[in-house]
């Protein structure tokens, strides 16, 4: 095993030293644009090894390497980029490359396995408590298909090599990256909106207050306007539009996109904290305990870790705005994008969920209690006739077949007190937090089967 591993590392130092003696620093310069020149003369002022170190000095070195691309793509056209990658590419491919492409791969894995049997929990309690989907529920399935294209974008991406540094990956690779960056920004501009919109409707359907119905219609009409203008901004960034991931073409025309990405940032961060406190006034003026209340509040403020993670978002757009190394640097804005919407949809999802834990927890309590149950209950039974006469002087109303009482009270004396109570069954209307209310899941006629209006019983 110690001779294999011997002979493994000296294969690795001669390739290492083949790669090495195949170019000099004066071979580089033939090799490579006339627009190189400069840069790799600058790269190289500092070298004064051998040329057997030429190759662990270029390819060991990132931030050496960073410089040179980035005076590289400043100075020469995308086509002489190419040319001198591809000579790049063979001096370091005896050398490990950095990746951060795992970095992506475990955040959509993670992200999709704890949010889409979440979104699948959700819309199974809809249909098994309630038999049908709502508004929210629809604009849900909506975002969760736009987040599984998202998902799927970002792995794919993460294969071709998101995570590696720009100079190190094949030009038509780098190419297609943009290409499903550019989608991706759109796509995320929809799933946006249909996540915050998904939340917005559980508020508009648990809180029936006017007023907060009014606040709840303007935020979802200000976050549709801002969707759509900004999803319209980042389709038309450059024309040509194909111009955008073509890095031929230089005859293009731009807007500025990082005031774009700058200005839609702040207004994202400006939403989620409207979206987080606008529940708040309503949930504290609710007609359940204090301790319930806090909980309820708990619920909802899970929701500010996704305007955390909008925050933190923003700082990576911010510090990689004008980056040379778009591969390398976007990898934290795609993961943070991500965790962002998962962090929506997740917490977007839990709210719908209090019905099925509910019940699981009644269940489960019952069937713990059964089990616990050792003595089994007696119900004594007798044959004894009912006396004719209750106790203090009152014969028991006849019951009628239907429920109704007997109206006939010969039996009463003239020295008795004739009482009627009055039970009235009212309609809850009040929102799902508070005991008893049927507003979020069903009508009470479904529930009980009692009618809207109030029932008057008369109890002789």
């Known amino acids: 095993m110690q001779c294999l591993s011997l002979l493994l590392y000296l294969l690795h130092c001669l390739t290492r030293l083949a790669y090495a003696q195949m170019y000099s620093p004066e071979e580089i310069l033939t090799q490579t644009p006339s627009c190189t020149h400069d840069c ?111 998902a799927i974008i970002d792995l794919y991406s993460a294969h071709l090599g998101l995570g590696m540094h720009y100079w190190t990956i094949p030009a038509d690779h780098g190419t297609l990256i943009l290409k499903l960056f550019y989608v991706e920004s759109m796509i995320y501009m929809l799933l946006l909106i249909a996540s915050k919109l998904s939340i917005l409707l559980v508020y508009a359907r648990l809180f029936p207050a ?44 731009c807007i500025n996109v990082t005031a774009v990405a700058y200005s839609s940032g702040v207004i994202s961060i400006i939403e989620d904290v409207a979206i987080l406190l606008l529940p708040v006034p309503q949930v504290w003026r609710l007609k359940i305990d204090h301790g319930r209340r806090l909980a309820v509040l ?20 911010v510090q990689y705005s004008a980056t040379f190394d778009a591969t390398w640097d976007n990898v934290d804005i795609v993961i943070w994008s991500a965790i962002e919407q998962f962090s929506a949809m997740f917490c977007g999802s839990l709210p719908p969920l209090r019905l099925l834990l509910v019940n699981v927890h009644r269940r489960t309590s019952r069937h713990i209690n059964s089990r616990d149950d050792n003595i089994p209950s007696r119900i004594r039974q007798s044959n004894d006739p009912i006396p004719s006469q209750a106790p203090g002087g009152v014969e028991p109303a006849d019951l009628h077949a239907d429920g109704a009482c007997s109206t006939d009270h010969s039996g009463f004396g003239e020295d008795r007190i004739r009482v009627t109570t009055t039970v009235e069954v009212r309609r809850e209307e009040g929102t799902w937090f508070e005991d008893g209310s049927q507003h979020d899941d069903q009508d009470i006629e479904q529930r009980t089967g009692l009618p809207q209006r109030p029932l008057p019983v008369s109890l002789t």
Request: net charge positive; with cysteine; glycine share 4%.
């Open 298 to 317: 708990g619920l909802f403020s899970i929701g500010s870790f996704a305007c955390f993670t909008s925050m933190i978002r923003m700082k990576y757009v």
């Open 210 to 253: 006017r007023k907060f119905q009014y606040a709840v219609n303007s935020l979802s009409v200000f976050l549709a306007c801002h969707g759509v203008l900004y999803l319209l901004l980042t389709a038309m960034q450059c024309l040509p539009v194909y111009s955008v991931w073509d890095r031929y073409i230089t005859d293009r025309k």
């Open 40 to 150: 790799i003369i600058n790269a190289f002022a500092s070298f004064s090894g051998d040329l057997a170190g030429l190759a662990s000095y270029v390819c060991t070195n990132i931030s050496l390497q960073s410089e040179l691309s980035t005076c590289v793509q400043t100075s020469c056209s995308f086509a002489d980029q190419v040319s001198a990658a591809k000579v790049e590419t063979e001096l370091c491919a005896a050398f490990l490359k950095a990746s951060r492409s795992w970095d992506v791969t475990r955040t959509i894995i993670i992200g999709c396995s704890l949010v889409f049997p979440t979104i699948a929990l959700r819309l199974y309690t809809r249909v098994a408590y309630t038999k049908k989907l709502w508004t929210d529920d629809y604009a849900t399935i909506l975002a969760a298909g736009l987040l599984a294209v998202v």
